[in-house]
Nanobody, 127 residues
């Protein structure tokens, strides 16, 4: 049984940094399948933030490109999201997701291809 567990969310000031971690059981992040981070805020649709594909391609949503970095820690079998220069619009629930199968294209719009989801970790802005 695959389980994804996000951690690292919390309150951050605008311009600050945060590091999100997704720990997997029953799933190998280094297996080459599409994995990524998605987020959702109340009243808005879920949106892709960053993904790593089976061709090792890394893709970001335009809104976070240059500020966020997705990576894998193969030793720890974790998926990371380094958030820097955080903006108020970055607040929301962040979800880690992973595909069950190899897919042709892996990107922030690939949420329909994700079979496994964590419960999320909340990022909020502090004043």
């Amino acid at each position: 049984q695959v389980q994804l567990l996000e951690s690292g969310g919390g309150s951050v000031q605008a311009g600050g940094s945060l590091r999100l971690t997704c720990t997997a059981s029953g799933y190998i992040f280094n297996g080459g399948k599409c994995v990524g981070w998605f987020r959702q805020t109340p009243g808005k649709e879920r949106e892709g933030v960053a993904t790593i594909g089976d061709d090792v391609s890394v893709r970001y949503a335009a809104s976070v490109k240059g500020r966020f970095t997705i990576s894998k820690d193969n030793d720890e079998n974790t998926l990371l999201l380094e958030m820097t220069a955080v903006k108020p619009e970055d607040s929301g629930m962040y979800y880690c997701a992973a595909a069950e199968w190899y897919i042709g294209y892996c990107g922030p719009t690939s949420d329909d291809a994700m079979a496994y989801w964590g419960k999320g970790t909340l990022v909020t802005m502090s004043s």
